[in-house]
């Protein structure tokens, strides 16, 4: 599966810009909860926080995954341009 991400053009650094990303969204909807809902109270505000704050760990999951895979592959410091590029060249030599 990271494989098949990584070929697709998703990076290391995209799963963890979205892992930072859900942080401050999760926060963001806690607040807003709060301000939507007054009468829903604390509990339902906390719960949209928790929620939207589960994507973190699962996205610098991801990332850590992704990079990896892409110490494997030799591809860390290239640019999606850059692979894509050397993937083009490549088919085109066979």
């Known amino acids: 599966m990271i494989k098949m991400l990584h070929e697709k053009g998703l990076r290391s650094e995209h799963a963890y810009t979205a ?3 859900s942080i401050g969204f999760s926060i963001f909807t806690w607040a807003a909860s709060l301000k939507a809902e007054p009468g829903a109270g604390l509990d339902r505000a906390d719960r949209w926080g928790i929620f939207i704050g ?3 760990p699962t996205f610098f999951g991801l990332g850590l995954a992704l990079s990896h895979y892409e110490q494997q592959d030799g591809t860390l410091t290239a640019s999606v341009r850059d692979i894509r590029e050397a993937k083009e060249r490549q088919q085109e030599a066979m």
Do not use: L, R, S
């Open 19 to 21: 892992a930072f990303m």
């Open 54 to 56: 589960e994507w973190a």
